[in-house]
């Protein structure tokens, strides 16, 4: 009679990280830069996201529920950047409010909030804190009861720690991620410079892409296809779109854009969509269409910052 395989096989985890993306970017870009404020650099988040994604495949075997991206955003309006990583797979995007002096509220809260059901619910094996604070420690403990397993994640230090010690005690297992794991995602950002006479306008910039006059083409003998709208009215919604956003989204946000004049394209769509509403029908049969769109919103933006751009009249 044969002997039974007794031994034990392993398990793969199901697994979901939790980036508290405060104090993510503030660590990094302290030890990459010297920097005490968000303003001062940029993220490839996309980039970073992936990375951070990889790095976890490579010490979780199993399968990733999805990753939560702990921000937050004056009145809980997305940033131009937040609305970029809300479209990223397996990516959901929490956001708490950021008050007048530049602290964020609620978001520990939400981050405890889902440690705690993700446990409860048993939808997750293991978890990835990407975290410091030590107000994290009871949904740790909590999310341990229910049999998860808790790797914090944190960022090198110039010097010292900047991770609560408590914090460190009760997760599971803890990683250092090292500056140069972290630095092909930050870099200074760049100042903004007033454009001088000869600075292109973004209607220069695309003028190579398509004709400046749209010509009929014959679809049946005696019948011409109906000419899209015409470039003033195009531009004018361009600057009406641009002023709504300003108002609704916040100078920051639109801030964001600049130098110009290429949109990122979750952003391109949303001008899009903002002036086909506006104008009660479709401009993507109409390709120099979206050339004068982009163009009269670039004009009201660079005249919100004071950038002596305008549209152009070729």
Not at 73 to 82: C, L, N, S, Y
Not at 188 to 216: E, L, N
Not at 278 to 291: C, D, F, K, Q, T
Request: proline share 8%; net charge neutral.
């Amino acid at each position: 009679m044969a002997i039974p395989d007794l031994t034990p096989h392993p398990v793969a985890a199901k697994y979901a990280i939790l980036v508290d993306v405060g104090y993510l970017y503030a660590a990094a870009g302290e030890v990459l830069l010297g920097a005490k404020e968000r303003k001062e650099y940029r993220v490839a988040a996309d980039e970073l996201i992936q990375a951070l994604k990889k790095h976890a495949m490579e010490r979780i075997p199993g399968e990733l529920l999805r990753i939560y991206w702990y921000d937050a955003a004056r009145d809980r309006v997305p940033t131009v950047d937040q609305r970029v990583i809300a479209q990223l797979p397996w990516v959901k995007v929490r956001l708490g409010n950021l008050n007048a002096r530049g602290q964020q509220k609620g978001v520990d809260a939400q981050i405890r909030s889902d440690l705690e059901a993700l446990a409860r619910h048993h939808a997750v094996s293991d978890t990835v804190l990407i975290a410091g604070d030590e107000d994290m420690v009871p949904a740790v403990e909590a999310a341990q009861t229910f049999g998860v397993r808790i790797h914090l994640w944190g960022v090198e230090p110039p010097y010292g720690t900047n991770q609560a010690e408590r914090l460190v005690w009760e997760s599971d297992t803890v990683e250092e991620l090292e500056a140069d794991f972290l630095r092909p995602y930050f870099s200074r950002a760049a100042q903004v410079v007033p454009a001088v006479p000869a600075t292109p306008s973004p209607a220069q910039v695309f003028a190579g892409r398509t004709p400046a006059t749209p010509k009929p083409t014959l679809k049946h003998p005696g019948q011409v296809t109906k000419l899209g709208p015409s470039r003033p009215r195009v531009e004018e919604v361009g600057e009406h779109v641009a002023q709504k956003w300003i108002l609704t989204r916040g100078r920051d946000n639109i801030r964001d854009l600049l130098p110009g004049p290429l949109l990122p394209t979750v952003i391109d769509t949303e001008l899009l969509i903002e002036a086909e509403k506006e104008l009660g029908h479709s401009l993507r049969p109409y390709p120099e269409a979206r050339v004068w769109l982009r163009d009269g919103f670039w004009a009201r933006v660079y005249r919100e910052f004071d950038l002596g751009v305008g549209i152009s009249t070729k």
